[in-house]
């Protein structure tokens, strides 16, 4: 069990992906993704989601990220949040996102 306190120190947003890149130099299959967060503004990501999404099909989607870990730098590549998502029976992810339009950078309560 952890504290309300601690759940809130945790920065859940929505944000609304702008491009998406295939990531080959990632050690595991991953797409490089910008996302928008309104006034936060655009930042990227590592998504090892290759199973379930081609990067083409990804620009324009709503996907929720924690915004406020450090950044982490992934090959040549510096991963800023981390989108969030959940395995399907196969253990491939699927993207969490909210099932109606929210601006970007809404938080998560």
């Known amino acids: 069990m952890i504290a309300f306190e601690?759940?809130?120190k945790v920065e859940i947003r929505a944000g609304r992906i702008t491009r998406a890149e295939p990531f080959p130099e990632a050690r595991k299959p991953a797409i490089?993704?910008?996302v928008d967060f309104g006034a936060l503004g655009e930042r990227k990501s590592s998504a090892q989601i290759t199973a379930r999404y081609r990067p083409e099909d990804l620009p324009g989607k709503?996907?929720?990220a924690v915004v406020n870990f450090p950044p982490r730098q992934i090959g040549k590549f510096m991963s800023?949040?981390?989108?969030?998502g959940f395995?399907?029976?196969d253990g491939n992810v699927v993207l969490a996102t909210p099932d109606a339009e929210v601006p970007p950078g809404?938080?998560?309560?």
């Open 6 to 8: 601690d759940f809130q």
């Open 32 to 34: 490089r993704l910008w």
């Open 62 to 64: 709503m996907v929720m």
């Open 80 to 84: 800023e949040v981390l989108v969030l």
């Open 87 to 89: 395995p399907d029976a």
């Open 106 to 109: 809404a938080r998560l309560y």
